[in-house]
């Protein structure tokens, strides 16, 4: 019983994220919040020393990175869904991609070996101050980042107001290196 009441708890979590980053979209607050994480993103050291970057495409107003992949000296990719793995594709514009799973836009270019990737941010609902997000609960990312040997930063990219404590990990979620907001 107590794990169907944290199923649910993380559902209405879920709902309640997405009713509030609408208003963030509806309000511009979102555009403004993901231009200040863009420009964070730009001055890190972290992405100056990447070379390989993994990034997503954003869908029901998640912060939007995507306009990174016009850095000239870096390669891009972009996650796609093939069954229930998650791959990187390469990615170098938007004249390359196709509707895949789950209606989100992705690559069509080949996927690469996860072991080149650098740095890799991530999508979330919300992130707890441990360092584990909360996603929309298929289990993509927690899936590719246990099965990988990845070197890379695994970098959760969220508004601030969505960095909370109202939710416990479980013990299949993968902990990531660190959040990113506008602050």
């Known amino acids: 019983m107590l794990l169907d009441e944290k199923i649910l708890t993380k559902k209405q979590l879920r709902k309640n994220a997405l009713e509030k980053r609408k208003l963030f979209a509806d309000s511009g607050i979102l555009k ?6 863009v420009s964070k993103i730009l001055n890190s050291d ?4 990447a070379k390989h ?4 495409f954003p869908i029901k107003n998640e912060v ?18 093939v069954g229930d793995k998650l791959e ?4 170098n514009g938007i004249e390359n991609l196709k509707l895949g799973s789950f ?11 996860p072991e080149i990737l650098d740095v890799v941010f991530i999508p979330a609902l919300m992130a707890n101050k441990n360092c584990y997000r909360l996603g929309y609960g298929k289990g993509y990312y927690d899936r590719f980042f246990s099965q990988n ?10 508004q601030s107001a969505f960095v909370s404590d109202i939710f416990v ?15």
């Open 46 to 49: 972290f992405f100056k020393n």
């Open 64 to 81: 939007d990175i995507l306009s990174l992949h016009k850095i000239k000296d870096k390669f891009f990719y972009l996650p796609s869904c």
């Open 149 to 158: 040997k990845l070197k890379a930063k695994k970098i959760i990219v969220v």
């Open 169 to 183: 990990q479980d013990f299949f979620d993968v902990k990531c290196d660190s959040i990113l907001s506008e602050i």
């Open 103 to 113: 209606g989100i836009l992705e690559s069509v270019l080949p996927s690469i070996n």
């Open 53 to 56: 970057v993994g990034l997503y």
């Open 88 to 91: 990187f594709r390469h990615f």
């Open 32 to 37: 403004k919040n993901s231009s200040l994480i």
